[in-house]
């Protein structure tokens, strides 16, 4: 899909803007569809005089969970891991942390990947940890832990959770994590610029950096250890992209093929865990867990998928439409820069300006999407012959064909030829004219746009659940130009 240059250069200008504001010394971005990188961009200096590019190397801090979450479905795909089964047969220190109460669970793999193993939030605590060796965190097990909640109850962003899944995905694979993650995942998607060691880099790496009171401190990079599960990774803009549309590619009629199957990266994007509000307080979207992904729901554009990354020094963020498969990422090299924000506004800037279309129908509701599709043909003849001929019974018996009976019992017939009529009058509609914009959340429901001369009017059919594909909803509206 190509974009209209004065829409990217809109999205250029958010992450120039946090040059500019000093909220970070350098600032990438990407835009992508199902196909690939479609434009990028860079500001600032990223440590060499130069500003950086889309295979310039960042941290990708906690965008690693999702690499953690698909490594362990490869173990479970192959039984050699079990989504329910207890932290401890893979993690036998962890049976010595006390619960929180006599009948509390010990978490599941499954608690631990949607952020409900019970503990606190941990991020300052544990983005120092990365380094550690595992004994070093079988002592910390071992000297007890802290609970929230009780565990499978409530979401709470943990990276200790993904610490330990991190040892579960080792002792599944019988290798290191960074070797299942490297192996499973990353080498057979050609992800070479995705890496645990700086040293592995083949671009050129930037330093992560802390605003002390108006000057840059540059940030030690630490290691692998045993909390590399939870943000070990660097990754560049192409490379990232790859991962978030492979991933997107799922949703798809055409999934992309890969190590993980599309039903089980469908599975990574389900909502599963709520977030609460208090935890999003400046989010309009309701907002839960799946597997090493955020799932957004928004009122304009429909489900997002998403997740960010901190470390000290760096940030980063990715997100893209599961009904368009575009999506933005992005990365900064400063503590708390939370390019989040700007690659939010990004992704919303180009759903905004992209011609509205039909979600593009999923794997095995083709059958729905096709009923929709002669459902909106007949309705376009109904309208019209309502329109032409309102007194031509031809008219009403053709609605008793195309509508579910419960239609002219919530509205009659002969009220909704008056609204219709009102309605082509409002804006001036030729209703024999061809649509100017389409849209459509799920395969059941379509919603279309004719042009008027004073406006336009809104067409929008639900279906029912019977296979005929009867229309259940029908609902005129029109949308006059203001003045």
Known sequence: MSLPDDLLAEVDALFHD?????????????????????????????????????????RIASCTKSVTAATLLTLVAEGRADLDAPITDAVPAFAEV????????????????????????????????????????????????????????RFAYSNTGYALLGRAVAVAAGTTFLEAATSRV?????????????????????????????SWTPQPMTGPGAF???????????????????LASATSTTPEPGPLSPADRRLMQQAMRVVPPSVVPTSTRATAYGFGLFVEQDPRFGELVSHSGG??????????????????????????????????????????????????????????????????????????????????PAGDALADRVCSPNVAMDQ???????????????????????????????PSQLRWWLPGTNGRLRIEIKLAPLAVGLVQTLTVTAEPTER
């Open 18 to 58: 946090r040059v500019a504001a000093r909220t970070a010394p350098s600032s990438v971005w990407g835009v992508f569809d199902r196909d690939g990188l479609i434009a990028s961009g860079g500001h600032g200096d990223r440590g060499d005089g130069r500003a950086p590019d889309a295979d310039t190397v960042y």
């Open 98 to 153: 006390t619960l929180p109460s006599r009948d509390a669970p010990v978490p599941t793999l499954r608690m631990l990947l949607t952020m409900a193993g019970g503990f606190p939030t941990d991020d300052p605590w544990a983005d120092r940890q990365e380094s550690i060796a595992d004994a070093e965190l079988d002592d910390v097990l071992r000297g007890g832990l802290l609970f929230d909640s009780v565990p499978g109850t």
């Open 186 to 214: 990353l080498a057979p998607l050609g992800l070479e610029d995705t890496v645990f060691r700086a040293e592995d880099a083949r671009g050129y790496v930037v330093t992560g950096q802390r605003d002390d009171d108006g």
């Open 228 to 246: 590399s599960s939870i943000g070990g990774l660097f990754s560049t803009v192409r490379d990232l992209a790859r991962w978030a549309r492979h």
């Open 311 to 392: 470390y000290p020094g760096f940030s980063a963020h990715m997100r893209w439409s599961v009904e368009h498969g575009l999506g933005v990422v992005a990365f900064e090299n400063a503590t708390q820069a939370k390019v989040s924000a700007a690659a939010d506004r990004a992704l919303d800037v180009v759903l905004e300006r992209i011609p509205g279309q039909p979600a593009p129908v999923a794997p095995g509701v083709e059958r729905t999407a096709a009923a929709a599709r002669d459902a909106q043909r007949s309705v376009t003849t109904l309208l019209q012959q309502w329109a032409d001929a309102p007194q031509d």
């Open 412 to 442: 009659p017939y002969e009220r909704r030829r008056r609204a219709l009529a009102e309605a082509v009058a409002r804006v001036g509609v030729d209703l024999h004219a061809d649509p100017v914009e389409e849209h459509a959340t799920v």
